[in-house]
């Protein structure tokens, strides 16, 4: 499989999510093994967020990548913050719970997880700051439409954003009409979410 280019690093395109995931403690080891195996058929990329399982989610993340048996530097680990927590104060404290949860010193991707009310200048800067400290090797967004992304683009420190996470698949397409031309000019990596929207039949059989 080819890989893909993502904030600096090339990386097997399929990735695994984690939402819904930490939610019952009796799936917990479940859910573990189901991350191992697919670590061990080649996928890179994990995406969590401080929001899935109340932090369950990264904790899980946490048992099936610990250092004994794979690699963190073969790894490529996503988190988002929640927009409340999107401030310049209280952003630091989200991405320390959630290096904490994760037992990392660092994420490859940190994300907006959606647009809220704090203000996108105070967020970025927020970012930038984390990211000058290490704790970070990049950042960027979720569920942002266009006219937003053009907005964080033109501010200051805006074009550092990395990538777009959007819900996308034979069912959701209607990115497909502005927001993935704009991010192909921006050459931005759009990162997909439910891509096979979790199972669902999408069309009539």
């Not at 209280?90 to 290096?99: R, Y």
């Not at 090797?137 to 033109?154: A, F, H, P």
Request: glycine share 8%.
């Amino acid at each position: 499989m080819k890989k893909v280019k993502i904030a600096g690093r090339k990386v097997f395109p399929i990735g695994l999510g984690t939402s819904n995931m930490g939610d019952k403690a009796d799936k917990f080891e479940q859910e573990v093994e189901a991350i191992r195996v697919g670590l061990d058929n080649g996928v890179q990329v994990i995406d969590t967020a401080e929001m899935y399982g109340y932090g369950n989610a990264e904790r899980l993340v946490a048992q099936a990548i610990k250092p004994s048996d794979y690699s963190r530097e073969d790894l490529f680990l996503i988190s988002k913050v929640l927009p409340s927590n999107a401030s310049k104060k209280d952003l630091p404290i989200s991405l320390e719970n959630s290096l904490k949860r994760l037992n990392t010193d660092y994420l490859d991707l940190y994300l907006l997880h959606w647009k809220g009310n704090i203000p996108i200048e105070e967020t970025i800067e927020a970012l930038e700051k984390v990211k000058s400290q290490g704790k970070i090797k990049s950042w960027g967004v979720s569920n942002i439409d266009v006219d937003d992304l053009e907005k964080i683009i033109n501010l200051p420190d805006g074009i550092k954003c990395e990538a777009n996470q959007v819900r996308y698949n034979l069912g959701d397409r209607g990115i497909e009409f502005n927001l993935v031309p704009a991010m192909n000019k921006l050459e931005m990596p759009l990162i997909a979410y439910s891509p096979i929207a979790r199972g669902i039949a999408l069309v009539p059989i």
